[in-house]
């Protein structure tokens, strides 16, 4: 598969991660977190660009080192909070990349924390996007491990069903497992869109939305420090491969 030149791999490591500080560069098997989405961006060879939307100077040499390209200037401070939505950066970037006239017609998000994420895995997602003329976007997903129908909300020291939904007149949260339908959960592994769906809709994934399902640990996903600790567990026990590295490991 070769590179198109109008597809653009955007990897989102603002700086403010709480649970696991500095997440996105922390090592794992001797290099910071994000060089792996990296290295798989790279493999996949279907990148005319791969562009890590940072708001740190660190952050930005080091993805630098590992072969990315950053923006200058930095993604703003002003959407780079802990509740900044991912459309306002995917459309800053779009934008400069429009005022540098390389403008792409379809974006890949890549997050840093899905290190076993592989350069296979994002031509698999890619040739699916591609194959499906009427998806807007894609996204990867897996069936979770925690069914929502037997999810509650407290409301002033009330139980409430999060989906009051039933089978058969049997409320959801009272079914066995096996009677529930299946719910898959968006993971971090990989998202394909059409840059077109942020400029008409506002959205980073359209209407028409194609599920990508991930096998195994390809969706793995590090958001606690117990994450931290399955990912290296999963890793040292060859349950897991890393993408291969091809740079000397950063030293600042």
Known sequence: MSIN???????????????????????????????????????????????????????????????????????????????????????????????????PEVFSILRPTSPFRSAKTIRDGYKAFMDDLSADSLRAIELTSQHPGKMWMVRNNRMLPLLPFDIDGVAWHSSQYANLPEIFIQNASLEFAYTKIVTDLGSISGECILPFFTRGLEGFDINTPEDWTLAETYFNSNQAELPEIQYAPYNN
């Open 5 to 103: 030149k109008n597809c653009v791999a955007l990897i989102p490591a603002r700086a403010g991660s709480q649970r696991i500080p500095d997440k996105n560069i922390k090592e794992l098997n001797g290099h910071p977190l994000i060089a792996y989405s990296i290295a798989a961006a790279k493999e996949s060879k279907i990148f005319s660009d791969i562009i890590c939307i940072t708001d740190s100077p660190v952050y930005a040499d080091i993805a630098k080192h590992y072969g990315a390209s950053v923006p200058d200037p930095l993604r703003p401070e002003s959407l780079s909070g802990s509740l900044s939505p991912d459309i306002e950066w995917v459309s800053w970037i779009l934008a400069e990349l429009n005022n540098n006239k390389n403008y």
